[in-house]
């Protein structure tokens, strides 16, 4: 989720060792002694502690190769203004499935910190996995999944893809002016929320409004400064991506959704959602999640 104007239409949307003296010592000449009084001196003198040996040289760890067979594990990454709780729907579906299915808690403090603890779950994983963020969290699965052997794709929901050294402010200048952008504000520690009395509306006008209540008051902010951090390399391109379009966004441009699956070569999946598809349209990202998966594991076979 993204500053007040600037950031409205991504809303919702890391010695040495010293040379030893005994060493140095045993590298000296022994001298000679003159006279019995001169060896009896030499004989009470401690005997040089001997070398240590030298220690094994440590062989490189050759680089993980990437798992093969069907794609069962997925792991979701959500966006700013919600926790991990914003799949919940999307994750029974995909259960019922038979996935893996694994929610990363990001603490929106910053990009690094968020790459973080979606790679300590990543590194959790057996077998391929499928990696889907959502808003924000695409910024950090293009970043985590470069350097993943284990991420076989990606799904974007309504979620930013930045290119090489892109940050989210510099994709989210390509888009107009959005309603949620007017609900954002930053906190004296730099951080971003969102109004409650219009999260409902700008967020998620389709869902119902109780539970919209509840996500509004449980919404997790995120530092203003990660949307000013760079990426420094992106895995959508070398990994194949999908890209669920959510045609009623009112907090990230249809528009600017287009063109960023158009640039990652993304397929694009249209559903007709406010912002917050995983929990307005929970069966449709998970039917899209579900083809994503069945897709790639035909691709290993």
């Known amino acids: 989720m993204l500053p007040k104007r600037l950031l409205c239409a991504a809303v919702l949307c890391l010695c040495c060792a010293g040379v030893s003296t005994s060493a140095l010592a045993q590298t000296a000449p022994a001298a000679q002694p003159a006279a019995d009084d001169a060896a009896s001196q030499a004989s009470d003198q401690p005997a040089p502690a001997p070398a240590p040996a030298p220690a094994p040289a440590t062989a490189s760890k050759p680089p993980a190769a990437a798992p093969s067979g069907p794609v069962r594990n997925i792991v979701l990454v959500h966006g700013a203004f919600v926790d991990g709780s914003s799949w919940n729907g999307v994750v029974a579906k995909l259960q019922q499935k038979g996935y893996h299915v694994s929610s990363v808690q990001n603490p929106l403090t910053s990009l690094a910190d968020d790459v973080a603890a979606t790679r300590r779950v990543l590194d959790r994983e057996n077998g391929p996995v499928l990696l889907v963020g959502h808003s924000w969290g695409g910024v950090v699965i293009t970043e985590v999944a470069a350097n993943a052997p284990n991420v076989a794709g990606l799904v974007y929901v309504a979620a930013l893809a930045p290119q090489l050294h892109e ?8 888009g107009g002016p959005m309603p949620a952008g007017q609900s954002i504000s930053k906190d004296a520690n730099g951080f971003l929320w969102i109004d409650r009395a219009r999260y409902h509306a700008d967020l998620a006008a389709d869902v119902p409004e109780t539970v919209a ?5 449980a919404q997790v ?3 203003a400064s990660a949307f000013d951090e760079p990426v420094d390399q992106v895995g959508w391109k070398d990994k194949p991506s999908w890209y669920v379009l959510t045609t009623k966004d009112h907090a ?3 528009d600017l959704q287009k063109m960023i699956a158009g640039r990652i070569g993304a397929k694009v999946v249209p559903v007709a959602s406010s912002h ?5 349209h929970a069966g449709a990202v998970a039917e899209a999640i ?3 998966a069945r897709e790639l594991s035909r691709q290993q076979q």
Do not use: E, Q, T, Y
Not at 167 to 174: C, F, Q
Not at 276 to 280: D, E, G
């Open 276 to 280: 917050l598809a995983p929990v307005s």
């Open 290 to 292: 579900d083809h994503a």
């Open 213 to 217: 209540r509840v996500l509004a008051a």
């Open 252 to 254: 990230m441009s249809p």
């Open 167 to 174: 940050s989210a402010m510099d994709v989210m200048k390509a």
């Open 221 to 223: 902010p995120i530092a």
